[in-house]
């Protein structure tokens, strides 16, 4: 499965953007899907995932009420809304896909290269 994000890019605080991951590949709908961000001298954290079916999906708190996964698995894509963005969600990007249910770790199989978001005060 290859990965690639897009949607990044500058914006003021408490504006919006809109991130999505296109996939490769003929299993898209078998796998979860996430997620993450890493700030400069930061580790990467988890921010959302979303299961095969979209039947469940996971937020760090830090974005709850604000940013919202979904996935068009006849369209092999999962969106990250973030509305009401703040400067400490400037971050790179990633998506990652995982066989079997959604995690919110590390544990997921195939990664993005990212996508920047800057969020200026």
């Known amino acids: 499965v290859q990965l690639v994000e897009s949607g990044g890019g500058l914006v003021q605080a408490g504006g919006s953007l809109r991130l999505s991951c296109a996939a490769s590949g003929r299993t898209f709908s078998s796998y979860a899907m996430g997620w993450f961000r890493q700030a400069p001298g930061k580790e990467r954290e988890f921010v959302a995932a979303?299961?095969?079916?979209?039947?469940?999906?996971a937020y760090a708190d830090s974005v709850k009420g604000r940013f919202t996964i979904s996935r068009d698995n006849a369209k092999n894509t999962v969106t990250l809304q973030m509305n009401s963005l703040k400067p400490e969600d400037t971050a790179v990007y990633y998506c990652a896909a995982r066989h079997g249910e959604l995690v919110e770790s590390y544990e997921y199989d195939y990664w993005g290269l990212g996508t920047q978001v800057t969020v200026s005060s």
């Open positions: 979303i299961s095969w079916s979209s039947s469940s999906t």
